[in-house]
């Protein structure tokens, strides 16, 4: 299993319409072979930051499948004019697990 991970910085006074629109786009995700789960975390610290966490089942799931795919073109028409800046992406596997 692969986790992928982003801090989204959504532009101040447009959290409530993203959070919204990325209910919406979670329909697009989820529809990907690999898929399997995601979960979105809004920082109690700063209330335009969020982290996206998403379980794939293999980095081509997120990397080849959904980007290549008809449903991340959806996805990025939801969401992607929300941040700034736009997000890193990382990946991590399971080294240890207790």
Avoid at 7 to 19: A, N, P, R, T
Wanted: glycine share 4%.
């Amino acid at each position: 299993m692969i986790l992928e991970t982003a801090i989204l910085y959504v532009k101040k006074g447009e959290e409530k319409q993203f959070e919204r629109d990325f209910k919406i786009a979670s329909q697009y995700i989820s529809a990907i072979n690999g898929y399997l789960g995601h979960s979105l975390r809004k920082c109690l610290e700063q209330e335009n930051k969020y982290l996206l966490l998403v379980d794939w089942a293999k980095l081509e799931d997120h990397t080849v499948g959904f980007r290549t795919s008809k449903e991340y073109l959806e996805w990025k028409k939801l969401l992607h004019h929300y941040y700034d800046p736009f997000p890193v992406v990382e990946h991590y596997e399971i080294v240890q697990q207790y």
